[in-house]
Each structure stands twice: as C-alpha cells, then as structure tokens.
C-alpha cells in the first residue's frame, strides 16, 4: 500500500519526491515505492460565483443583491482542471492507503488541500506534514513526525470562514457600489479599511495649517547646546524668542548638571514577514509584494530561509541545538562575522528568542543550514537574504552598549541643553551596521563649570504636516490594527494599487480621484479598522478552536446584508474621474481614459459594452537605428511599420529582413498577436501577413 502525497506546487512536488526516492515520473504525479506526490497548481478548487447558482446573476443588478447562498458551493478552476482529475483518478486507486498533506503550513495551504479532498469526497485517513523549511533535512524529518489530519481541522475551518467572508462582503458590496454607481468601484473586507486610513491620512495632511516657531541655540567652546522649556524647544512668539536671544549674547553659561546613564540594548529578534517587509521597503525601495516574491524564491527555490508567511519573531527551544548547523550554512557568504562567534563556541547570546508560548504555526525567518552560494542569488535576493542573515548572526553577539551624557546649562535665567551618547561596547551592532558613536565632547565637563557664548543663531522654521505613508508605514498601520494577516497584506496593498484607488509617487501612496470618492460612497462600518480587526481576532480563535465558525459567518451574512441595504437607500453620486470627450463607437457611450501596464487605453464607460482601445501608440522591440529607443508599431495601407518620432524615422516591418533571424520572427509574430488578441483586431494577422509576403 502507498500513501499519496498532495504539495501545492510542482517544484515542491518534485523536491518531496527526490527525498523520497520516488523516481518513476508521469505527467501529473511521481511515484515510488512507498509514495505517489502529486501536486496542485495554487487553488484547483474555488467557491462558486453567483452564476453558478442562478443564471440570473451573470448579468450585474442592483435589485439582485445581496447574493446569499443558502450553502457556498465548491468549484473547480476550468484553467487547471486537468490537474484536478488526475488527482482524482489516482484518489481511486486501490493500493492508496492515505493522504499525506504537503501544501504550504499555514491557513492557505490547509485550504487548497482540503477543498481538494472534499471535491473528490475522499474518505481514506489525512496526514498532514507540517514543517518551516524544504531542506532535505527537513523533509526527512517532517516525514518521521507525520501529524493527525484532525489536528488542523479548526485552521480549515478558520481559512473557509475568511473565504466565504471575504467572498459574501466584497462580492456583494462591489457589485452594489458597481451598478449603483456604473463605474467599477471594488470594496472589501481587508482592502476598504486599509483605503480609509490612506484618506485618513490625506485629510490630515490637506487641512493642516503650519505655523511660524523659532528654535534658539547658542555654541561653547566645541560644544553646540539648544535652547529648552520644559522639554519643549520651539518657540512660537518671534518677540518671545528676540527676547531670549538678547537675553544671552555675550553672557556665561554655568553647567548646573550632568548626568551620565550607562544603557544597554538588547539584540532584535529575527524578522517577521510583516517587519521584514517594511525594512525591505525602507532600505531597498521593495513593495511589500516584491519582498514576499523574492523571499518566495530563498524559501522555495533556494531552500536557504525558513517558513516565509509567519507572524512570529521567536523560536521554539527545541531549535537550540539547530543553531551551529545553521552558522556552518550560511558561513560562506559571512566568514569573518561566523569566525567571531565561534570565539564564544556559537552561544546565542539573545536567549529570549527561545519561547514556545510566542511562536504561533511558524517561527521567526532565519537561514536553515543549506550550504550558502551567493553567486546564485540575484542582487534582490543578496540583499533580502543579507537583512535574515544578519538579524540572526545578532543573535550571538552581546547588547550594544552605551552611555548616554545629558547636560543642562544655565545662560541668564534660560536654560540650555546638551546630549550625547557614548558607545562602550557596539556588540551586536558590529553586524547591523548601526552606530551612534560621535565625539565625547562632555567627557571632560563638571558640574559648576562656567562658559562664555560665542555664538547665538535664532532659526525660523514652520510646522509640517505628517507625510503621506510609505508601504513600511502602511504595512505597520495594517499590523497595528490587525488588519489581513502578514501572508495577504502585500495582496491588499496591490489590489488598492490595481484598482486605482492608490498609486505611487516617489515611494509614497497617494489616494486618487477615484479612490478619494469611494471612500466617500463605502458604509462608515466597512472603513471601520476596529471591525475588521475584530473578524480577523475572531478568525484566530476560530483557527485555535476557540470560536464559533457558524455563529461567525451568521454575523456576516447579517452584515452583508445590511451594507447591501445602506448603499441601495443611499443619495450620494459619482462622477468618473476619467470621462474624455470621445465616444464610444459601437454604443455612443463616453469613453474613459485608464492607466494599464500596456499604456493608456480608452475603454468604455458602458459597463455592458466591451469597446476598448489603446490610445497612445504601442512599442515594439524594434530599436531605432539612430536613437536606440523602442520603435512605434503601426498598421498603415501599406501594412505593418515602425517609427521612431523623435528621429521621424520610418521602417516597414519587411525592412532590416537579413539583420532578422528567423527565431526572432516568430516571436516578434507571436509577442504581438498575443498582446492584442483581447482587443479582437487582427494586428497579428497582419504583421505575420507581412513577413510572409516579404518571404516570398
């Protein structure tokens, strides 16, 4: 009898299946002697959408919503079917025994095998494999220690409950805004919240009013002091901050007291995904779903990181002894900082990171104990492996150290300070490559001692706003208010960025048009982040059996249908943002101007229309002769050309025949019969019409 394996994806599928020495391989599975791996493709099963119920509602209508059904249906994806019914055919195998769970550890991965599973209404006993790295090393023993399928029934139970949350709330609110107003106006859960404290923000920043300080500070000897009241050093009256400036000039200063505080600070603990993220964003400029893609690849491809999706910055005790296996792993690419700490026989020096009450399904990101090659990573993956690296080398260094000096001065009745810190001991900062350490210019100063003022300067300045978020800011709002769960936050971001309700400015989100009037039209209860935050806490407890499933979707269905209710008998308007003048040619409606990774596009504003156009003309690959920048594909009467407008230069598709391999044909023939097969043209067509002719 064998068991059948179920990984999420068929690079894992293949890397299990090494381990185990299955070697007989078929097109949707591997066997062996004791195991069959297959695989999904991501989700191969989905909820049902409203036209699988009733054919009603493939047609958008106000009067239809909400959609509630009565029990949410499963589905199978159409793309990745075949897939599906090869797991099914070898679900009836008769030397089956069991079903092994091998998707990713976490709330998703327990959902796409278990909709699986319950699609081919499997019946045989579940195991579930539960394990933070893919290393050989942990494959193998995660085989050894083989969980009860039973015990993640309540992680199931909490990942169906987002599921059909999420599905009942933006499904139904999208599609109410949506016909309410005629314009796609998307809204849910996670995403609506995230998109009012942008505009939240915003508010802030667009009614504040700044206003005129002045700031006073005065030099001795060496030494640059700031004038201070009560900790407060602006001064918001000009005579009130004349009036000290002359006060001063020329006058002494007596030292009335230094006090010197010997501090210590602690080593970070190693990265969660959501702390990784925003340090990524702050150091490297990464959006939140370029950091969880590029540590995707360490985890999976690379096998040189742990669990990637994990809300967790602590380790469990047992990993104590895993420590020098995973200093000799990555001692490659960091001889010198490894060297240093086998001085002190690798001791972790920062043994709070060993705290099993703190770690939820998965621990902190660390390096597992694969050899490190660092000319096999990319420069985006150096430099994110580079941030765990050293975050766990942190780990056996001593605190950091220092002194902190505060020296307050007496100059005529005003008081004037000074602080400095002194480093004693830069312990683990000699890897995290942070130092305070400036000249000690109050080593020598006691109290008592009397100063003249050699200079006085008196600066200006005005208030400011606070700045619009970076993703790093967004991603720790989110954090703060439970919003999402660190494996979707990235997701959430990107869909406000897709659906332009946001975009990027310089490394900041910025509402749009668009995105500053929905807000607007969304119930006050769905903009709520301490709502959302409440379901996502109800959503862990479930997932720890602590809560109700039922009574929580019940909650939601209710809800549903009263946001549904409140947009229906609601007398706002919308006015789209990005209505042009032109018409649409098939039904006469405006056309609306939209930003698309192809360029801009005129589509039109009838929602049951499916007119779309590109508006500014389409690169192609083809470089200019003299400019080297990309080419304008046309389709003139004389067929296929390229222009080049700076240089008005002109070739036909046929020209530069001989410079042109045959490879480089098909793909330019392909690339863009492929790009415009949604618009129903027949530019490929055309462009391929063009090359044979010029064959021939």
Same mark, same amino acid.
């Given at each position: #009898?064998?068991?059948?394996?179920?990984? !999420?994806?068929?690079?894992?599928?293949? *890397?299990?299946?090494? +381990?185990?020495?299955?070697?007989?391989?078929?097109? =949707?599975?591997?066997?062996?002697?004791?195991?069959?791996?297959?695989?999904?493709?991501? =989700?191969?099963?989905?909820?049902?959408?409203?036209?699988?119920?009733?054919?009603?509602?493939?047609?958008?209508?106000?009067?239809?919503?909400?959609?509630?059904?009565?029990?949410?249906?499963?589905?199978?994806?159409?793309?990745?079917? =075949?897939?599906?019914?090869?797991?099914?055919?070898?679900?009836?195998?008769?030397?089956?025994?069991?079903?092994?769970?091998?998707?990713? @550890?976490?709330?998703? %991965?327990?959902?796409?095998?278990?909709?699986?599973?319950?699609?081919?209404?499997?019946?045989?006993?579940?195991?579930?494999?539960?394990?933070?790295?893919?290393?050989?090393?942990?494959?193998?023993?995660?085989?050894?220690?083989?969980?009860?399928?039973?015990?993640?029934?309540?992680?199931?139970?909490?990942?169906?409950?987002? @599921?059909?949350?999420?599905?009942?709330?933006?499904?139904?609110?999208?599609?109410?805004?949506?016909?309410?107003?005629?314009?796609?106006?998307?809204?849910?859960?996670?995403?609506?919240?995230?998109?009012?404290?942008? #505009?939240?923000? &915003?508010?802030?920043?667009?009614?504040?009013?700044?206003?005129?300080?002045?700031?006073?500070?005065?030099?001795?000897?060496?030494?640059? +002091?700031?004038?201070?009241?009560? %900790?407060?050093?602006?001064?918001?009256?000009?005579?009130?901050?004349?009036?000290?400036?002359?006060?001063?000039?020329?006058?002494?200063?007596?030292?009335?007291?230094?006090?010197?505080?010997?501090?210590? &600070?602690?080593?970070?603990?190693?990265?969660?995904?959501?702390?990784?993220?925003?340090?990524?964003?702050?150091?490297? %400029?990464?959006?939140?779903?370029?950091?969880?893609?590029?540590?995707?690849?360490?985890?999976?491809?690379?096998?040189?990181?742990?669990?990637?999706?994990?809300?967790?910055?602590?380790?469990?005790?047992?990993?104590?002894?895993? #420590?020098?296996?995973?200093?000799?792993?990555?001692?490659?690419?960091?001889?010198?900082?490894?060297?240093?700490?086998?001085?002190?026989?690798?001791?972790?020096?920062?043994?709070?990171?060993?705290?099993?009450?703190?770690?939820?399904?998965?621990?902190?990101?660390?390096?597992?104990?694969?050899?490190?090659?660092?000319?096999?990573?990319?420069?985006?993956?150096?430099?994110?492996?580079?941030?765990? @690296?050293?975050?766990?080398?942190?780990?056996?260094?001593?605190?950091?150290?220092?002194?902190? /000096?505060? @020296?307050?001065?007496?100059?005529?009745?005003?008081?004037?300070?000074?602080?400095?810190? /002194?480093?004693?001991?830069?312990?683990?900062?000699?890897?995290?490559?942070?130092?305070? *350490?400036?000249?000690?210019?109050?080593?020598?100063?006691?109290?008592?001692?009397?100063?003249?003022?050699?200079?006085?300067?008196?600066?200006?300045?005005?208030?400011?706003?606070?700045?619009?978020?970076?993703?790093?800011?967004?991603?720790?709002?989110?954090?703060?208010?439970?919003?999402?769960?660190?494996?979707?936050?990235?997701?959430?971001? &990107?869909?406000?960025?897709?659906?332009?309700?946001? !975009?990027?400015?310089?490394?900041?989100?910025?509402?749009?048009?668009?995105?500053?009037?929905?807000?607007?039209?969304?119930?006050?209860?769905?903009?709520?982040?301490?709502?959302?935050?409440?379901?996502?806490?109800?959503?862990?407890?479930?997932?720890?059996?602590?809560?109700?499933?039922?009574?929580?979707?019940?909650?939601?269905?209710?809800?549903?249908?009263?946001? +549904?209710?409140?947009?229906?008998?609601?007398?706002?308007?919308?006015?789209?943002?990005?209505?042009?003048?032109?018409?649409?040619?098939? $039904?006469?409606?405006?056309?609306?101007?939209?930003?698309?990774?192809?360029?801009?596009?005129?589509?039109?504003?009838?929602?049951? $229309?499916?007119?779309?156009?590109?508006?500014?003309?389409?690169?192609?690959?083809?470089?200019?002769?003299?400019?080297?920048?990309?080419?304008?594909?046309?389709?003139?009467?004389?067929?296929?050309?390229?222009?080049?407008?700076?240089?008005?230069? +002109?070739?036909?598709?046929?020209?530069?025949?001989?410079?042109?391999?045959?490879?480089?044909?098909?793909?330019?023939?392909?690339?863009?019969?492929?790009?415009?097969?949604?618009?129903?043209?027949?530019?490929?067509?055309?462009?391929?019409?063009?090359?044979?002719?010029?064959?021939?």
């Amino acid at each position: #009898m064998k068991s059948l394996i179920l990984a !999420e994806k068929p690079s894992v599928a293949r *890397e299990i299946a090494r +381990v185990l020495g299955c070697k007989q391989q078929h097109k =949707h599975y591997l066997e062996g002697n004791k195991y069959i791996v297959t695989w999904a493709l991501g =989700h191969l099963i989905e909820l049902k959408m409203p036209e699988h119920y009733d054919k009603k509602y493939t047609h958008w209508r106000l009067e239809d919503l909400p959609i509630i059904p009565q029990k949410m249906g499963l589905k199978t994806i159409k793309q990745t079917s =075949h897939q599906f019914r090869a797991i099914k055919q070898l679900a009836k195998r008769s030397d089956i025994k069991e079903c092994i769970i091998a998707t990713d @550890a976490g709330r998703e %991965g327990e959902l796409v095998a278990r909709w699986i599973l319950e699609k081919i209404r499997w019946r045989k006993p579940v195991k579930r494999l539960w394990i933070s790295s893919q290393t050989d090393k942990a494959i193998k023993t995660g085989f050894q220690q083989l969980k009860p399928g039973a015990q993640f029934d309540s992680l199931y139970e909490s990942a169906v409950c987002r @599921a059909e949350a999420d599905w009942l709330i933006g499904l139904n609110v999208t599609r109410a805004l949506t016909t309410k107003y005629n314009e796609p106006l998307s809204a849910g859960r996670v995403q609506t919240p995230t998109l009012s404290m942008i #505009m939240e923000r &915003e508010r802030t920043i667009q009614t504040f009013v700044p206003k005129e300080y002045w700031t006073i500070s005065a030099q001795i000897g060496t030494l640059k +002091v700031d004038w201070e009241h009560n %900790g407060e050093k602006r001064i918001f009256q000009k005579e009130k901050a004349d009036r000290i400036k002359e006060k001063i000039i020329d006058k002494k200063a007596v030292l009335r007291l230094i006090n010197r505080k010997k501090k210590s &600070e602690q080593q970070p603990l190693p990265y969660d995904l959501t702390e990784l993220q925003r340090d990524a964003n702050k150091k490297f %400029g990464f959006s939140a779903k370029k950091t969880a893609n590029v540590l995707q690849r360490l985890y999976e491809q690379y096998k040189l990181v742990t669990y990637p999706r994990t809300d967790s910055r602590y380790l469990t005790t047992d990993m104590k002894s895993t #420590m020098i296996d995973r200093l000799h792993g990555i001692s490659s690419g960091y001889k010198e900082e490894v060297k240093e700490v086998f001085k002190n026989n690798g001791k972790v020096m920062a043994n709070r990171v060993f705290n099993n009450e703190k770690v939820t399904d998965h621990h902190a990101i660390i390096p597992t104990e694969e050899r490190l090659h660092l000319s096999d990573l990319d420069a985006d993956e150096r430099k994110l492996y580079d941030l765990i @690296a050293r975050r766990f080398l942190a780990l056996f260094y001593s605190p950091y150290q220092y002194e902190t /000096v505060h @020296a307050t001065f007496e100059v005529n009745g005003e008081t004037f300070i000074a602080k400095e810190t /002194v480093v004693i001991d830069l312990g683990y900062r000699k890897i995290t490559g942070k130092s305070d *350490e400036k000249a000690a210019n109050l080593n020598n100063f006691t109290k008592g001692n009397t100063f003249l003022i050699k200079e006085v300067s008196q600066e200006k300045k005005l208030t400011e706003p606070p700045l619009r978020y970076t993703e790093a800011d967004l991603l720790s709002q989110m954090e703060k208010f439970g919003l999402g769960t660190p494996a979707t936050r990235a997701d959430i971001i &990107e869909r406000l960025l897709s659906t332009e309700a946001v !975009e990027r400015q310089n490394g900041r989100l910025y509402p749009t048009t668009k995105g500053k009037q929905l807000i607007d039209l969304v119930n006050n209860e769905l903009k709520s982040p301490e709502l959302t935050s409440k379901w996502e806490k109800e959503l862990e407890l479930i997932a720890r059996g602590k809560a109700n499933p039922k009574k929580f979707i019940e909650n939601i269905r209710k809800q549903t249908t009263y946001l +549904v209710a409140e947009i229906k008998k609601s007398e706002k308007t919308y006015r789209a943002h990005n209505l042009t003048g032109a018409k649409c040619p098939e $039904c006469g409606s405006f056309l609306k101007e939209r930003n698309t990774r192809e360029g801009k596009m005129l589509v039109c504003s009838n929602l049951e $229309c499916r007119f779309r156009k590109r508006k500014d003309p389409k690169l192609s690959n083809r470089r200019c002769p003299q400019c080297h920048k990309k080419m304008e594909i046309h389709n003139g009467k004389a067929g296929v050309y390229f222009q080049c407008r700076p240089c008005n230069i +002109v070739e036909k598709a046929s020209e530069r025949k001989k410079s042109i391999s045959k490879r480089e044909e098909r793909k330019l023939v392909q690339h863009y019969t492929k790009k415009d097969v949604s618009f129903g043209t027949s530019l490929g067509d055309l462009l391929k019409e063009a090359l044979n002719k010029d064959e021939q």
